[in-house]
């Protein structure tokens, strides 16, 4: 089953997202225990403090010689001192705490989650966590032998806890201390990190696998509309093809049939017996002729294609041009100037059938000023600069609505003696350079102004 384009944006979306949130809530935990670990020392010290205030008084009540205590003795002081602990520590959030007696070295007392069943007679006594219990005592033991507050921040896999030792003082003798710890990273936490972290880095590569096929895919789809859009376009020019061979074909009828005429009227006249005589054989012979031109415009019209385009210079073909007519410019009337772009970049193109194209429309352009005028050739990179422009302009009088469109259409003409083929000519030689050819008004709204655009080197396909 084919998943579209959409469906397949909008997966790899909703993937990126909940990658994101996962990412995003692990990053507020591990924000959020980075915190705790900055106030476990304050909070802490507060703890340590108030259990040593609510317990001093008990742990002074410790028999004064241990070996002789019995079991009812410690248990009930391990009572009453869970109970301070417990009632102590309910203040302060996330800590865990208790006592330890110097003599007889035990715990007691401990407050810790979880807490621990209550021990059956005879069994063991309460006392700190057990993972923790071995560095609980080793800090215990230091705080009472150096007499100040310890406090240690250390990895106890597979979590990492803060830990406050304090030595208990009765007068000048230290009796016992107090424990309180902080779970930085509890194993809970470190599996529900990992957890989001799995289901975060999951989350984000499937989104990338996911874009990278909708990247593949996508140039595929490209691939396959570039080829469509060539296709159409091929269907298209060939409809236009088709659509100037019938007017082609309408318009060789029209031109044939006058010449035609003029042959079968005086080769009539010759079958009566009347002539033939010089001035009849000069009109079958001028007739004659006219047919040769309207067959030798077809065929050019029919071969106006390039085929051997290389890397040239529009500019000499424009200089070349503007030289040619400058000797009919002048006999006119005509001014004929120039403004060639010396920076214009390259362009693959044929020379010969592009100087046709620049004399047919500097042929129509004195046409139109037959009585003096401006002749002007520029070349340009164009605007968007992928392309490069030539023009021809005028100071005639312009191009009305009505013909220009009709323009390039083959056999319309406004001359007298015209085939109307020479635009329609200049205009296929154009498209086969892959390039267009316009006419509009003069900027100065006097005249006409006909464009070449030609793409350069680097943009033809």
């Given at each position: 089953?084919?998943i ?5 944006v ?7 997202v909940?990658?994101l ?11 959020a ?34 070996e ?6 410690w ?14 520590l309910?203040?302060?959030e ?5 006592y330890?007696?110097?003599?007889p ?7 810790f989650?979880p807490?621990?069943?209550?021990p059956k007679?005879?069994?063991?006594r ?6 923790e ?27 990492t ?5 304090a ?10 201390a107090?424990?309180t ?13 990992l957890?989001?972290?799995?289901l ?5 590569l ?5 874009s ?5 895919n996508l ?11 060539a ?9 236009e ?8 074909l309408?318009?060789v009828?029209h ?8 042959l ?14 010089a ?19 077809l065929?050019?019209?029919s ?6 385009l290389a ?15 400058r ?24 020379a010969?059938t ?5 004399r047919?429309?500097?042929t ?19 605007p968007?600069g992928k ?12 191009l009305?609505?009505?013909?220009k ?15 109307g ?11 086969a350079h892959q390039?267009?050819l ?15 655009v030609?793409p350069?080197t680097?943009?033809?396909?």
């Amino acid at each position: 089953m084919r998943i579209s384009l959409q469906a397949q944006v909008v997966l790899v979306s909703v993937l990126f997202v909940g990658a994101l949130a996962a990412l995003w809530t692990t990053g507020v935990s591990v924000v959020a225990r980075e915190g705790r670990r900055e106030t476990a020392r304050a909070r802490l010290d507060r703890a340590g403090q108030a259990l040593a205030d609510r317990g001093r008084s008990l742990l002074a009540l410790a028999p004064r010689w241990p070996e002789y205590a019995g079991p009812k003795e410690w248990d009930d002081l391990d009572r009453r001192l869970a109970a301070e602990a417990a009632a102590t520590l309910a203040r302060f959030e996330a800590v865990e705490g208790g006592y330890y007696l110097r003599d007889p070295q035990r715990f007691l007392g401990s407050a810790f989650e979880p807490r621990l069943p209550e021990p059956k007679k005879g069994g063991p006594r309460h006392g700190p966590p057990p993972r923790e219990a071995g560095l609980i005592e080793e800090q215990v033991d230091s705080a009472i032998r150096s007499r100040q507050p310890i406090f240690l921040v250390k990895a106890v896999p597979p979590g990492t806890v803060a830990i406050r030792t304090a030595p208990v003082m009765v007068d000048v003798h230290v009796i016992g201390a107090t424990w309180t710890m902080i779970r930085l990273l509890d194993p809970l936490f470190l599996d529900r990190a990992l957890r989001t972290y799995q289901l975060a880095a999951g989350l984000a590569l499937g989104g990338v696998v996911l874009s990278l096929l909708l990247t593949f895919n996508l140039a595929r789809t490209v691939r396959r509309h570039a080829a469509e859009r060539a296709r159409l376009q091929a269907e298209v020019r060939r409809s236009e093809r088709l659509a100037a061979l019938g007017q082609m074909l309408a318009g060789v009828a029209h031109e044939l049939r006058n010449p035609l005429a003029g042959l079968l009227a005086n080769v009539q006249l010759w079958q009566r017996g009347i002539g033939p005589d010089a001035e009849s054989m000069g009109d079958v012979v001028g007739e004659a002729n006219r047919l040769e031109a309207i067959i030798a415009r077809l065929l050019q019209f029919s071969r106006a294609g390039v085929q051997d385009l290389a890397p040239g210079d529009l500019n000499a073909v424009v200089a070349e041009v503007a030289r040619l007519a400058r000797a009919q410019a002048e006999a006119q009337g005509v001014r004929v100037e120039l403004a060639l772009d010396p920076g214009l970049p390259p362009a693959l193109l044929s020379a010969p059938t592009l100087v046709q194209v620049f004399r047919n429309l500097a042929t129509n352009a004195l046409h139109a000023m037959p009585h003096g005028g401006t002749l002007r050739f520029a070349t340009r990179t164009h605007p968007s600069g992928k392309a490069i422009e030539a023009s021809v302009e005028d100071t005639g009088p312009g191009l009305s609505a009505e013909v220009k469109a009709h323009l390039f259409e083959p056999f319309f003409t406004t001359k007298e003696d015209g085939t109307g083929l020479g635009l329609a000519i200049a205009r296929e030689i154009v498209l086969a350079h892959q390039g267009e050819l316009t006419a509009e008004p003069t900027q100065k709204g006097r005249g006409a102004a006909f464009r070449v655009v030609l793409p350069t080197t680097e943009q033809r396909h």
